[in-house]
């Protein structure tokens, strides 16, 4: 086998591992939040994940010091505060499953939103792409039927809207700083980020940490592996194939997400709502294909579930 061919390989079996690690981490915080209060185990993964960054930082001799600091600090309230804090507060009261699949409606947005704040529009396939993501969301949603996790999907949503935005500040940093180092940027915002959801987490009320076996392990898988393993295993991939390839593979993470949830939590998707996973899935391949043709990133730059 030519070394070139297993080096690809490698390269793959990485992603597929963080694909997996992502993907099965929705079930994990799920389940963890029967320990914790919502904003305790946002705090607790972001402040654990931050410091193990910052380990692999000094461990890999990368500059520790770094320009930029007011656009990474916004960049860890919309990415880490906003999109993190969300998506957690959307599990406390719905489904894995069901928040994966609108939680990664990301790369949607950022099509949307580079509109408005990149004078980038929408050209050829991004229009079908646009309409399949939105019929998706409507299913999902489903606005005639209004359920008690109206507001969980509601939050998913809005989670999904703010790491699209924390992807156009990012790649806006970019253009202006492209010598920035990836996991520098990554860990800087991340510890930004935590400090809104350590205050939240010490304002608003909730039961006492159960220190569980369970939830020790949970914090860890998601502080260790889910954080600084998946960052260094992104980077590996990233390194050895295309950006767009990249991209395309890591939206197996909300499948993985509902296929967990559904065998594990016993989430069980209706009708409407697999359509409607199935129309925002479709939306994804093709926004992954421009992307590929494109040979540009749909930047999941900054994606840590």
């Not at 309409?131 to 998913?156: C, E, K, N, R, V």
């Not at 950006?243 to 939206?251: C, F, I, P």
């Not at 899935?281 to 590929?292: D, F, G, K, T, Y």
Request: net charge positive; proline share 5%; aromatic share 10%.
């Amino acid at each position: 086998m030519h070394n070139s061919k297993k080096i690809t390989i490698r390269a793959f079996a990485a992603l597929m591992l963080l694909t997996i690690i992502w993907g099965y981490n929705w079930v994990v915080m799920k389940s963890a939040l029967e320990y914790s209060g919502a904003f305790e185990f946002a705090a607790l993964r972001t402040v654990i994940g931050a410091l193990c960054l910052f380990a692999v930082v000094i461990y890999m001799r990368k500059p520790l010091r770094v320009k930029e600091m007011p656009t990474l600090i916004l960049l860890g309230i919309m990415q880490t505060s906003g999109f993190t804090g969300l998506l957690i507060w959307a599990l406390v009261e719905g489904g894995a499953g069901k928040t994966a699949v609108l939680t990664y409606t990301m790369p949607f947005w950022v099509m949307v939103l580079a509109w408005p704040m990149l004078g980038e529009k929408l050209r050829g396939l991004q229009w079908p792409a646009a309409i399949l993501s939105t019929m998706g969301m409507l299913f999902i949603l489903d606005p005639l039927h209004l359920g008690t996790d109206t507001f969980s999907m509601f939050l998913a949503v809005l989670s999904g809207i703010f790491w699209a935005l924390s992807v156009i500040l990012a790649k806006k940093l970019h253009q202006r700083s492209p010598d920035l180092d990836l996991l520098t940027l990554t860990a800087w915002q991340m510890f930004f980020g935590s400090i809104p959801l350590v205050v939240v987490a010490l304002l608003v009320p909730s039961a006492p940490i159960q220190w569980t076996p369970y939830f020790i392990g949970a914090v860890i898988f998601n502080s260790v592996f889910c954080n600084a393993l998946a960052w260094l295993l992104w980077l590996y991939a990233l390194q050895r194939l295309s950006a767009g390839v990249a991209s395309m593979s890591s939206m197996l993470a909300p499948v993985i997400g509902v296929l967990a949830a559904w065998l594990q939590l016993n989430e069980v998707p209706s009708t409407t709502e697999l359509i409607g996973m199935t129309l925002i899935a479709a939306s994804l391949v093709i926004i992954s294909m421009i992307s590929i043709r494109k040979h540009t990133p749909i930047d999941p730059a900054m994606a840590q579930d």
